[in-house]
Each structure stands twice: as C-alpha cells, then as structure tokens.
C-alpha cells in the first residue's frame, strides 16, 4: 500500500471516530433533557411542575391579618411577628399612638398591643432596630443564624443605605414542637370539595398514647367541636370546627366559653375518631395599606412607613410541627411639623397653579399653571 493511500485511510478513519463520539454525546445530552421524557416519565415531569406552580399560587392567595381583632376571609393566618416591631415603633421610636388620617381599623388594633414578649418565652423570638446600615444588616444575619440557625427572607427587600433619616425595625418568632407519641398517617381523603388530602390522626386500633395526648374541650356535634393536642414542648395545638365570630379573638373566644360549659366527657375514648390535614404553607404579605401615609411622633416629627413586609411559614403533621415567621419595617423621617400657632406664609411669590371649577362639580373649566410672572400681567 502506498504511503499517499495510507493517509488517506487514516484521516477516513478519524472522521468515522468523531462521527460516532458526537453522535454519542448528542444522545446522552438527548436522554438528560426534559424533552427526551416519555411516556410515564414525561406526564410525571409536567404534573409536578403543575403542581408546584400550584402550590406557590395557592400560598399567594392566602390572607394575612395584622391582629387577631382583624375582620378576617376564608384561608387567613396571623402570627404575631408584626405586631412585635408594631410595638418597638409605637414605644421606643413614636412613643405615643401612631394615628393615620384618616385613621385606619388595623392602626388602631396595632395600638392595643394585644400581643407581645410577655406571650412568648425569650427563646422564641428575636428583635433588632436601628438605621439601616450594612452593620445592621450583619447583625441580624448573625443573630438569627445563631438562635435559630435560620437565614431570612425578608432582608434583601430592604435598602440598608446608612440613610440617618431612616429605621428598620425586625423580628423573627420561630417554634417548632413535636408529638411525644407520633400520630398514624391515614388514608387520603376527602376536604370539602376537594379530593385525595393527605390525613394524619388516630386509628381504632392505635396505640392507647396516642389517645392520651388529646384533651376534648367540647364537643356539640360534627360541626361544632374543640380539641387540644399536647406536646413534648408544653405548646398547644386547638383544633376547632364551627366557631363564632369575624375575628380570630372572637372565635379564640367562643372556644373558651364553650369550653366552660361544655358538661361532657374531655377524654379521648377508644370509639372516639381522629382526622386531621396534614398542613403545610409559606405565605409572604407586604402591608401597602399601611405605607406612605403619614403620621406624628411625640416630638411633632413627620414619619411614614415606607415598606412593611411579614412571611409566615407553617408545617403540621403526625410528628408535629413548625411556625417560622419574619416581620420588617423600614420607616423615614420626614420634614417637623408647624408648631400650633406658628404663623403660616402662603406667599404666592414663584411658579404656581390656578384650577377654576364650579361648585359642585368634578372637573375644573380652566387651568394655569405660572412661571413668568410678566406675561401674565399688562
């Protein structure tokens, strides 16, 4: 064979070898992308996908009340993180009511501080204000990762400039507490008119433990009952159906007095039946009703609100549970306010507007707005 052949057969075979290598790295990439799902495999793919969009949708869809004396919806959580920086920026930075105008039904609620530290134990939660500098920012990270090695969600929503005009005020309450005895996982079943939720609860075969770490506080009917889960960590967990009231402090209450009432048995029997959904939701609210609208401190400062932000996640299941839950508040201090009797100068003496309208009506007939004074005057 001649040396000329020779080469030639060499490079043939070369191209045949790189066909081949690309051809097998177009398959492998082929096989590891979604597209190449199929069948089975494919419709899982999408359901999922479906079902997260679902799920963050859901979240979203959640309301979220500033104070258990709210006016509440369907599908509402409250958890008193807010009110806790509510409570720093009424005491220690306006110290006096914070009153909008007009005033608002949540403001005045917020006013009456129906939830602070004395309902938490120390451990609980964890607080910081000051100007928004980097520092600040630091500090916090540091703090909760220390107590509660948790890192926020909320932070990175928030300008930390170093502006002294500025406050950020900034809580987090995590628990998190467990079932001495774990629950049973139950059957899927029916909620309403929605199919397959998942259950946790107590079979009538279960342990006789289980049945221990529920107390009946009343039972009226189907409808109509109250009952307290007890955990390692002394929290407890009221279950209730059939309560009155618009807020949750008047179904709070309509628990206790039903409670104190109710003549029958509190224990759990054996022909007693358990079923409870598995829960589990994180929902993040900004509270623009509450933002831009100003208001006067103590020393007749001007100040208003201008982000506030809360997340709430929740998790209960046959182990038990967890709440975590951020609250931020970033104020700005604005021009003082005119003493009372101060003398006021409405000097028309630089560029101005005039709207002429009748009365009564909702639109004026003619508009000026001035800058050159003289080609407005003979």
Request: charged share 30%; hydrophobic share 35%.
């Amino acid at each position: 064979m001649s040396k000329k052949k020779t080469v030639f057969s060499i490079i043939i075979l070369v191209i045949i070898i790189l066909i081949v290598l690309l051809g097998l790295l177009y398959g492998l990439n082929f096989i590891g992308s979604p597209k190449a799902v199929k069948g089975e495999q494919k419709e899982n793919y999408q359901q999922n996908a479906t079902n997260i969009g679902n799920k963050q949708n859901d979240s979203n869809s959640i309301n979220v009340a500033l104070t258990m004396d709210d006016e509440i919806t369907k599908d509402t959580a409250w958890c008193g993180t807010f009110q806790l920086i509510w409570n720093d920026l009424k005491n220690d930075v306006v110290k006096q009511d914070i009153v909008f105008n007009p005033q608002l039904k949540e403001v005045e609620n917020l006013n009456k501080e129906s939830f602070n530290i004395t309902q938490i134990s120390e451990n609980s939660y964890y607080k910081a204000q000051g100007i928004p500098t980097q520092e600040l920012k630091q500090q916090i990270e540091n703090g909760i990762k220390e107590k509660f090695d948790e890192t926020s969600d909320i932070l990175d929503n928030f300008v930390f400039d170093g502006n002294p005009n500025k406050y950020f005020l900034y809580a987090m309450l995590k628990k998190e507490f467990e079932f001495e005895n774990e629950f049973e996982e139950l059957d899927n079943d029916k909620f309403g008119e929605y199919d397959d939720v998942e259950y946790f609860g107590i079979k009538s075969d279960s342990n006789e433990l289980l049945r221990s770490q529920v107390q009946v506080l009343y039972y009226n009917s189907k409808e109509d009952f109250a009952i307290k889960l007890l955990t390692k960590q002394n929290d407890e967990v009221i279950i209730s159906r059939g309560n009155k009231g618009n807020t949750f402090n008047e179904m709070y209450n309509d628990i206790k007095n039903k409670q104190t009432t109710y003549q029958g048995s509190t224990i759990f029997t054996e022909i007693d039946k358990l079923q409870i959904p598995k829960i589990n939701f994180d929902v993040k609210k900004e509270f623009e009703n509450l933002e831009n609208k100003y208001f006067e401190t103590a020393e007749k400062e001007r100040m208003l609100i201008e982000k506030a932000l809360q997340t709430i996640e929740f998790e209960l299941d046959e182990k038990g549970g967890k709440v975590k839950s951020e609250a931020g508040m970033m104020t700005n201090k604005m021009a003082l306010l005119p003493k009372e009797n101060e003398p006021r100068e409405f000097i028309v003496d630089d560029t101005f507007t005039i709207f002429l309208l009748e009365e009564g009506k909702e639109m004026p007939y003619f508009c000026a707005n001035i800058d050159d004074i003289t080609k407005f005057q003979d």
